[in-house]
């Protein structure tokens, strides 16, 4: 029996690179915002563990832990897991949760009772500035009880801009307050618009690349690099 091998480089050429049996984490991808690569190798990784739980084991690398998540109301049980894992890891040490009854920011509320009567006031109030019941209604059930310092924001508006006043307002407490500095920023960290409604990012997206080009003084240079940016975050969410 006579056998040809044939290799691409020389003889057995990364034979340990490729025999480590690791499961890929993505972290590099995720460094070059290749966010679908991301969600890829994220997908692959639960496959193996679901299907040879027996010999999948995570490994701690440079004292690094990552976690990618689902829903964006899962946070707190991802902390949770994050936690515990380290915790763990260090035998148990870390004493008590300190963040256990700590309110996120805008849920200063004495009471869930509260929440219904402060939406209906809050609406009313965000009306008299010139948007609908409903589109307050809608800020003060995002924004919670920091629904005041954006009704504070309506003296500094760019009032020649064409752009409704919830995005206005929205878009200009999140430059204020979330360091929005691109609208990347805007439409993705901020308002989650470029995962769950591309089509509310497109019809609004130039109007908001004008409104931040104004206020932070654009070269048409810096302008065109936003808008490519944002694109390729559009493309990257819809393919």
């Known amino acids: 029996m006579k056998t040809l091998l044939v290799e691409m480089q020389d003889f057995a050429a990364g034979t340990s690179s490729r025999s480590t049996k690791l499961v890929h984490g993505g972290l590099r991808y995720l460094k070059q915002f290749e966010v679908k690569m991301v969600s890829d190798v994220g997908k692959e990784r639960a496959i193996v563990y679901n299907n040879a739980p027996h010999i999948t084991h995570p490994q701690w ?76 209604a809608s800020i003060a059930a ?56 591309i089509p509310w990012v497109q019809t609004w997206k130039q109007p908001v690349i004008d409104y931040m080009e104004r206020l932070f003084n654009w070269s048409s240079e810096r302008k065109e690099h936003m808008t490519e940016e944002l694109d390729l975050r559009i493309q990257e969410a819809t393919s």
């Open 61 to 136: 690398m440079l004292g690094l832990t990552t976690i990618a998540g689902g829903k964006l109301t899962g946070y707190r049980k991802m902390a949770e897991t994050v936690t515990d894992l380290i915790s763990a890891e260090l035998g148990g040490e870390g004493g008590q949760s300190i963040t256990k009854n700590m309110k996120l920011s805008g849920g200063e509320f004495f009471h869930p009772s509260d929440y219904p009567t402060f939406i209906e006031t809050k609406a009313r109030k965000l009306s008299t500035l010139g948007m609908s019941r409903e589109d307050g």
């Open 142 to 197: 995002i924004y919670g009880t920091n629904t005041d310092a954006i009704i504070d924001l309506e003296k500094e508006l760019l009032i020649e801009l064409d752009l409704p006043l919830p995005i206005k307002l929205t878009l200009h407490y999140a430059i204020q307050f979330e360091m929005a500095m691109t609208p990347t920023d805007f439409f993705a960290r901020r308002t989650g618009a470029i995962f769950f409604d």
